[in-house]
């Protein structure tokens, strides 16, 4: 995979505030909320040749173009989310730009440029939480699994932040335009190839939960939106996939949860009279991809649709996905200390909670035979998991942490 990274590399501080110690790369209001959120922003641009060769209103018009910000900025700031994805920004300092126009001192911007010279479009993300390592991205090219020519994703980015103990790796993306064009299905398919692949290399095999989100710029084939319409197309099947050797890494769509009439987040004006007819011309484009393992903290689902999509700053609405955190309680069963590793220090800290009192901070990793009681054969089974290379332990694990399938009284910390 060819990959590349933003610079420079920065370091992050840790700060004490009171009795309570945390990250000061994490800004956010409320450490038990976890809010992202994914918005085009219809050409964030400044104004300024060179902007590309595509057409828009505010083009070489730096007055128009600033006040365009403005304008994406007003619909933003009633959000409050903590991380923000946005297609079709310039570049950095526009992106910037906008944070500053959002007055939010919480928010710092990264992007790392793509490869669209005929837009000139990026993506980018707004985040009161900084990575922990700059961004990168993938220039991968690859086909469709059903075939067809190899496509490349020219805009991209993977971001692996870090919230409390949960290791994320958001992977942002804007694909191939026109959605119900059928011949741009396969192109699509094969860009969400690349895009699977990548969120494999920089996600799964890392430990890391995955968020995919952006404009995918494709329906969902299972859940129809606003306008009654589903797509045969792939893409968006192939992505929830991630890597196939397993199902625990499968990536879960928050808009089921929504009516069929709240699943939308873009106009189409199928028409072609100008005029905004309803729900028939709503779809459902921009999507929050969520590790199955976060479902279950996903508190409220909601578009942003008050304003008109024709006369407004952008026929897309904003989407925001909120979790409540402290409803989480992810382990590896087996991985008592937590070091995403499964070894014989493992078994030791099961023997010195038993008989020396030491405590086990996640009774459940510990619980490794999954028996709804920690005991000398949980030892034993991680010993011999370790050393024999027996059946691998009861879920959730080996590869990502999850939440206990199993009914008992243990419990691990969120």
Known sequence: MLSS??????????????????????????LHRLAIATFNARFL???????????????QDPSA???????????????????????????????KRLALEIGDSTYRSYLISGRDQFTRQNVGLLTRIDPDLPLTRT?????????????????NYAARVTVGSLRLTFIGAHLLAFPEDPERWPRREGQAEALRRFAVEEGTRLGR????????????????????????????????????????????NPMSTLRQEQRFTSFVDRSNNGRDDGLDERSLTDHILLSQALATAVTNVEVFSGYDPITGPSDHFPLKVTLD??????????????????????????????????????????????????????????????????????????RLPGGDPSEDVLGCPS
Do not use: M, Y
Not at 144 to 155: A, I
């Open 65 to 95: 173009a600033r006040r365009h910000v403005r304008e994406i900025a007003a619909i933003l700031r009633p959000l409050d989310a903590d991380l923000v994805h946005i297609s079709e920004v310039e570049d950095l300092d526009t992106l």
């Open 209 to 252: 939960l995955v968020i995919i989100l952006g404009d995918l710029n494709d329906l969902d084939p299972d859940w129809p939106d606003a306008s009654g319409r589903r797509t045969q197309s792939d893409v968006l099947r192939i992505l929830r996939e991630v890597d196939r050797s397993g199902p625990d890494d499968d990536l879960w």
């Open 325 to 398: 955190l402290a409803q989480l309680r992810l382990f590896i069963r087996g991985d008592v200390n937590g070091d995403l590793r499964i070894d014989t220090e493992d078994a030791v800290q099961i023997l010195h909670g038993l008989f020396a009192g030491d405590a086990l901070d996640c009774q459940d990793a510990a619980d490794a035979n999954d028996d709804g009681r920690v005991d000398l054969s949980d030892a034993v089974r991680v010993l011999q998991q370790t050393n024999r290379g027996d059946a691998g332990l009861p879920p959730p694990g080996p």
């Open 45 to 59: 641009f400044d104004g300024v040749a060179p902007e590309g060769e595509a057409s828009f209103p505010w083009k």
């Open 139 to 155: 220039d991968e090219w690859s086909a469709s699994p059903r075939g067809g020519e190899r496509q490349g994703v020219p805009k």
């Open 5 to 30: 990274r933003s610079s420079p590399l920065f370091a992050l501080a840790v700060c004490t505030s009171f009795a309570l110690r945390v990250n000061c790369a994490d800004r956010r209001h409320d």
